[in-house]
Structures are given as C-alpha cells and as structure tokens.
C-alpha cells in the first residue's frame, strides 16, 4: 500500500507539474523610486494568494519584529530584501525573483531597486519582462525616477504598464489625488509606445486592491493588480519571425559529431532547412536538432538546441546561425540608445570591450549624437554621459556584428559595455540601424605590406609612447632618444604631443573628451606609420590609462612600448619650462593635468625612468638598449 500511495503521489505531482508547464507565463518587473512600496507590493502579492509557506511566514514573523518598518504588523517587503544590507538599510538594492502561479497564469516578477544607483540593477530586470509595475506614492506623485523608469521600461521593449498609485491611504483615499497622478502619468507616457496603461490606486501595506477590491474606494470601479496581470494580453511566439540563433558553444565530444549549440532567439527551424553563417556567409543545411531529450524535428523561439549541420562549415561562438531569405545586419559601424551606469562618464572616443548574446570585441563610441532629458524627453547636446543618463550614440566596432535592430529582436539587438581595465558593466545598449558607411567602405588589399616595408628598412616597427606629467622631460627624452636611433640607421619619426596640436589635433581642448579624442588619434597616426615600417616615436602626457589601452590595442604583440618618464609633480611644477603649473596653480588654466584634472600612472610599463639624478641622455640610451635587447 506504501508503494502504491507512492506511486499515486508521484503520479499526482507529475500531472500538477505538467498542468503547471502548459499555464501561459507573464514575466513582470516593479519599479519606480525609493521607497514607493514595491518589496511591500510582492509580499503582500504573494501572501494574499496564499503562496507563502508556514516556516517562510514564520521566519518573516520573526524578521519583521527585528527589521521590519510597519510596526507590530508583518513587513511584506522582507520577502524580498534578503540582503542584510537591504535590511538594514530599508531599501532593495539586488532585483530579487520570484516565481507564483494562480489558477490562470504563471508569473516571474522582479523587484528592481528604486534608488538611482542601482537604475543598472532595474535595466537589467527589465530586459526579459513583458510588463512593468511602476509605483508611484501618493504622497509624492511622479517623480524624476518614475519617468526614468518609464522611459527605461519602453527603451526595452516593454509595451503594458501598470500604474499602481501606492500609499493611497496615506491621502485619505482620496479619488481627486490617484486621478492627477494618473493623468500626468498618461500625458508623458502617452507617447512611448505602451499598447496599455492601467492606472490602480492601492495600499500594498493593507492589500486594497491589490488581489481584492477595496471597500475603502468604491470610486474605483477597475480591476485589481492581480486580475489586470492575469488578463493582459501576452505577445507569445511569434514564429513568422526570422530564425535567429546565437552559437554559444561548438560542442565535439569526438571527430564524429561537430554541433552548434544555442538558445533559438526567434523564428523557427527543420531538418532540411538551409542555413546561413552570418558573418561569412556560407551556407548549409540542417541535418540534425539535438537536444537532451533526444532529436526533435523543428525547434522554435526558446528552445535550447544543437544544430548538426550537413556542410563542414567555420563556424564559432559569436556567430549567428540565420535564415538565408532574411539574414541579419551585419555591419561595424551602428547607432544605439545607451543607458550609463558608471559613475566614470561615458566619452566618445574612450575604448571598451562590447558584448552581445554570445560576441565580444574591442568598440568605441565615435559621437555622442544627443541626450535625452528624463523630464521633458528632448534631445540635448552633450559631449558626455554620466551615471543613469540616457542618449543615442554612434558606436565603431574593432570587427563586424551580426544583429538585429533592437525593435525587431530583442536578443540580438542588445549589447552591453565594458570597462577595460575594471571588467566592470559600465552601459547597456540597444541597436537602432546600422550606418551605411560601414558597410559601403571596406577594406582595400594592398601588395605591399609592412613586412615588405620593414625589410627594406631592415629593422622591426615599434612604437614608444613616452607618458608623464607636463614638465617631466618626455620631449627632450625622446629628441635625444631619435637622435640616438638616426645616427645608428634607424628609420624613425616622432610625434610630439604640443606639434600634433598645431595641426591633426587644432580643433580640440583640454576637456577630458578631448584629451580621448586627442590620443586616439595620435593612435591612429601611429599605427599608420608603423604599417610604413618605421619605429615610432611619441611624446604625450595621455593622462588616461583606458587611453594608453586603447592606443595599445591597435599594434600587434611587442609592437607597443610604454615608457613611464617617471618624475614628481612637484619637480614637474619647479620646472615650470612654459609657465604653465604658474597658470594652473593660479586657476587660469582649466582641465591641466596633475592640478585640475588627474594623471593615471602606469601599472606595469614596459620602460620604467626615474629621472631623479639622471641626466636626459642617459635615460634615451636605456630606451635604445631596450629596443637593441626586444
């Protein structure tokens, strides 16, 4: 008998799961400003629809009399803050997920943090979701961040939003308070592009409204929180899209099976299909779809598949596998909403590493075209981004992206930025459209190349990049250092930071973008002079070091010599050989490296000088026995 109630439990778990599994599922986000109430919302969401167990309810009981804001009643918001820090502090600072179903619907919510800081944390659980909750306290009305959120919210994709005018009982339940709240709401929002926006006065702390009418408002005649997310429409699959799937793994567990592995981003596919490699173009056919749970004979949007394919083709992770009828963009020159999370701002010019579903790559943002203002949603001139600021820039990628616009595909029209040096997520982005000039211009092939060039010369292109303070000696180090290679045979050219000025680099100023602009390109002219084979030498604070990476980055391995003139601010200043420091320390000289604008000290040069007691000739012979050694 044991067994056999065994059996029947286990038969009954497996139905539920697999009644579960064929529920519609509605992924939502809440968001808003600090504050407003959203863990509160969750909890109160989950514990009237009885989906809170006994020990959770328990330990929420016990957490509530120690942490908990709302007196001697429970504090539904520490469901979700399970941070100590967010405890402590009485703000979520992670999105925290949660999973609940109901009779009509499975649903995965994410509490984003409301506080301007962690907007980055907000994007990020925005990204997947089909719907956003944005609080508001109706103490407060619509603040910076409300409208932050909403336009973050419609950036991504999202396209139903539910207004929930929270802390209603803190206004008396005052009809003529939610009704201007809704009202402001709708005239910015009315043109973002929501299918829906469902204005819901409640009290998450109480539950009025939230799975139940409230008797507190019988002016409010719609529906509940729970009863709108339960009915709003969902888009579902929609495989008239073209087929899409990113490679994330080349799978070869022996010399007879080679596969393509991935998660179907849109659109669907058969054995027998053709197929296309959007980057190079070849094309095959699908010979086979393996899963873990065997062979399936067409896959579509979500499932997770490797693609056997009949053709030994080249293909990698990066590489998009698409329909040859509608084959995705592939360009190396795009535009782009970006939303900034650093604290550093973001400067046109600066190097970063940019990833998509499966790509990376070294990528810079060549113009900031505008910024758009989260009050008025108007397009302002800016030469930078700072944190939580949203603009359109044009990016330049060091190779070729496949991808979609960011409308049409919403996995392979994302992209994320990365800082260089800290690894860190510095932006996230969204395609709009290539820039046709990337794809008109290609590379020309040229017979004879820097190898043929450098023979001639009988000598190895280099380029030494002499950093340090104003005043600390790089220019009459490297006069002497050229001298010293001349004199030996050596073909060379130096560019001299101040001479560049007066010509490539007239039209740009000492602002921190400048000075990125400035570098990249002296970069650039370097590179070039290299591709001739000559050893290149060049003078320049290039204060930055994102910059001196990037600058790096363009030269193959051993080609990119960084030396460190290594001398003190204050001997720089005592030097003082153009008054400058003078002028600085007097506040007449904006943006002067050491003074009003910081200076980077490389971590690991390649040649290190510490001029203290050295005489410049000394310090150009150690570079040239350096260069005889490399």
């Known amino acids: 008998m044991a067994v056999l109630a065994s059996s029947i439990a286990t038969d009954t778990l497996q139905d539920y799961l697999a009644e579960q599994e064929e529920k519609p599922l509605l992924r939502f986000i809440t968001c808003g400003s600090v504050d407003d109430g959203k863990s509160t919302l969750i909890g109160r969401l989950l514990y009237d629809t009885k989906l809170i167990f006994d020990d959770q309810l328990a330990t929420l009981e016990r957490d509530s009399a120690r942490h908990g804001t709302a007196g001697e009643a429970i504090d539904f918001a520490l469901l979700l803050d399970g941070l100590e820090a967010e405890r402590e502090q009485g703000i979520t600072i992670d999105v925290a997920y949660r999973y609940f179903a109901t009779a009509e619907r499975r649903f995965i919510v994410a509490d984003s943090p409301g506080h301007e800081e962690y907007t980055r944390n907000m994007a990020t659980g925005a990204s997947t979701a089909d719907l956003a909750v944005v ?20 950036l991504l994709g999202i396209r139903h939003i539910v207004l929930a005018v929270n802390k209603i009982d803190l206004v008396g339940y005052d009809e003529a308070v939610f009704a201007e709240i809704a009202k402001e709401f709708r005239a910015f929002a009315g043109g973002l592009g929501f299918a829906t926006i469902a204005p819901i006065p409640m009290s998450a702390r109480h539950g009025d409204n939230v799975t139940a009418n409230s008797a507190h408002m019988p002016w409010y005649t719609g529906e509940t929180l729970l009863g709108h997310l339960e009915t709003v429409p969902l888009a579902g699959q929609d495989l008239g899209r073209p087929f899409r799937l990113p490679v994330q793994l080349v799978t070869r567990p022996d010399q007879d099976f080679r596969g393509f592995a991935g998660q179907v981003a849109s659109g669907r596919i058969a054995v027998g299909d053709d197929i296309i490699v959007a980057k190079s173009g070849r094309t095959s056919r699908v010979k086979a779809i393996v899963t873990a749970d065997g062979d399936l004979p067409a896959a579509s949007e979500g499932h997770a598949v490797t693609i056997v394919l009949e053709d030994e083709i080249d293909i990698s992770r990066g590489d998009v596998l698409a329909t040859p009828r509608d084959r995705p963009q592939l360009a190396d020159q795009f535009m782009a909403h970006l939303v900034w999370f650093s604290a550093e701002p973001m400067m046109p010019g600066r190097s970063y590493i940019l990833r998509t579903e499966t790509d990376s790559m070294s990528a810079t943002v060549t113009a900031l075209k505008y910024q758009i203002d989260i009050n008025s949603f108007s397009h302002e001139a800016a030469k930078s981004l700072h944190m939580n600021e949203i603009g359109v820039c044009n990016i330049a990628t060091q190779s070729p992206v496949a991808f979609d616009s960011y409308k049409a595909n919403r996995t392979t029209g994302n992209f994320v930025l990365i800082d260089r040096l800290t690894n860190a997520t510095v932006g996230a982005g969204m395609i709009d459209h290539p ?26 292109p280099a380029v030494l990049w002499l950093t340090g303070y104003s005043g600390a000696g790089k220019s009459t180090i490297a006069n002497m250092l050229e001298k010293l290679l001349h004199a030996s045979g050596r073909h060379t050219y130096m560019l001299d930071g101040d ?11 000492f602002t921190p973008e400048d000075r990125v602009e400035n570098i990249r390109r002296i970069a650039e002219v370097a590179r070039l002079m290299t591709q001739a084979g000559l050893i290149v030498i060049v003078s320049a604070i290039s204060p930055f070091r994102s910059e001196r990476r990037m600058a790096r980055d363009l030269f193959l391995d051993g080609e990119f010599i960084e030396v460190f003139v290594d001398t003190s601010l204050e001997e720089c200043a005592r030097r003082d050989p153009k008054g400058l420091y003078k002028k600085a320390l007097a506040g007449d000289l904006e943006n002067f490296t050491g003074i009003s ?10 040649i290190h000088l510490k001029t203290a007691g050295r005489e410049p000739g000394e310090l150009a012979t150690q570079i040239a026995e350096y260069l005889g050694k490399h």
């Open 499 to 509: 001479n560049v000025r007066h010509g490539l680099n007239r039209d740009l100023g």
């Open 597 to 606: 604008s910081p200076y980077e000290q490389p971590e690991a040069p390649e």
């Open 135 to 154: 609080l508001v306290d109706a103490r407060q009305g619509i603040l910076r961040q409300t409208r932050r959120h909403a336009f973050i919210a419609s």
């Open 435 to 460: 820039l046709r000039r990337a794809t008109n211009v290609q590379w020309q092939a040229l017979d004879i190349d820097r190898n043929a060039r450098a023979a001639m010369k009988h000598q190895k």
